[in-house]
């Protein structure tokens, strides 16, 4: 008999703005040096390190915030929350695995040095802390920091506390997926590379999870798994990834989106590559927040598409014309990180916002693309070809 664990509701962790203390011999240009309270860990308390800073041009103003979360190899990047006020935006970036970020900063390196104040280990070592009681592990550990993060910097002055976004790289987007059905003051989310249903297909499922008891895997998908969260992400995503990702593969990210509930966006680009500098540098993530914070002009919506025998068709709304609309198809089989993907033009009406185009032959799966002047694109859920269907 397989027994199912019931996940955590996160109600217990502090939202009021968390204790702050020095962090000494840290400094970088622009930003301040912190460390945080988060929750207990093995009956002592912990902290955790961050970065954070503001707009230099906020001062009778209020700004929007953005929570960082890093992915695997990653910390506490002082640069990210650099960028992010440089658009606008308050910003803060903690390490969640209980480490210091190195100076200068190693951007996908690790392991990261630990404090003396730090939760659990991170990222691969959180499987094998399924035995423990939950608020022992890392995943718990690393989304009560997102929380606590996010409550600090709504406490900021200047800040305003209902323009708030999260957005994670690779495990941070995993955590990010979490985070949005937790945490229901946020009023974004966008997760890169990560999402749910590990179980299903992920860089794990053939590698670690193999490895470990099916009790102990069981309760850590049955606890940590984004699925068991997203349908209470109610506020807007946007799912940022790459065709190939290695990681977080397609089939697991398209469960994701479909599963949350709120308004959401799809950007898939083909072959994009999986990295902190990359995820960060995706244009689609500041465009997409400020469309809800700042009045910007949002990215483009396919509001339908479909299949007709050999042709494949969608409707688009826009702001602004399309720069370039491309059907996106694979012939291969098998696992999708293999599979090979190319670009091919569509017929674009304008006038109706209808976008056609004819399947090649053998192709196996297909998606639209449509990219606008700032090089952002949108996609469609990736479809495929009945009779060829092998997941």
Sequence with gaps: M???HTPPSFSDVRRPPPRVFPAEGFSAQGVKPLFFENVPYCGRPTRVFAWMGVPRTVQDTSCPGIVLLHGGGGTAFDEWVRIWNARGYAAIAMDLCGCIPAQPVVLDGGPHKRHEHGGPPGWDASFRQADSEET???TYHAVAAAITAHSLLA???HVDPRRIAVTGISWGGYLASIVAGVDSRLQATVPIYGCGFLGHDSGWKDSVFPTLPGPLLQRWLDLWDPSNYLPEAHAPICWISGTNDSAYPLPSLR?????STGPKTLCIRIEMPHGHPQGWD???????CDSLFRNGVPLPEITAYGRNEEKVWAKIASARPPEKIELCVTRALGHWTDRKWNAHPANYNPETGRVEASLPRHTTAWFFNVF???NCVVST???EVPGTITD
């Design 155 to 157: 406490a900021q002055p």
């Design 372 to 374: 606008d002047e700032r």
């Design 282 to 288: 995706a244009p689609e993530t500041a465009v997409f």
């Design 381 to 383: 859920s990736y479809e």
């Design 2 to 4: 397989i027994i199912r």
């Design 136 to 138: 022992e592990q890392w």
């Design 255 to 259: 469960k994701s989106y479909e599963l």
